[in-house]
């Protein structure tokens, strides 16, 4: 369908005012620093990275906080 995510790891001044931007890691934050550790400065990765399954977290189970 097109759609497309950023993970960012610092500021991202150039995706101000042209994306929306949310979210948070609840769990599993392990593999995002797995994900980060192939990436570059340029913002492209070093090996091709799927994302297979991310699951859906419902409204109720968001007020885990």
Known sequence: NGSQFFLTFEPASWLDGRHVVFGKVLEGMDVVEKIKSYGTISGGTT???????????????????
């Open 47 to 65: 090996a091709t990275i799927t994302i297979a399954d991310s699951g859906e977290i419902k409204p109720e189970e968001t007020m885990m906080e």
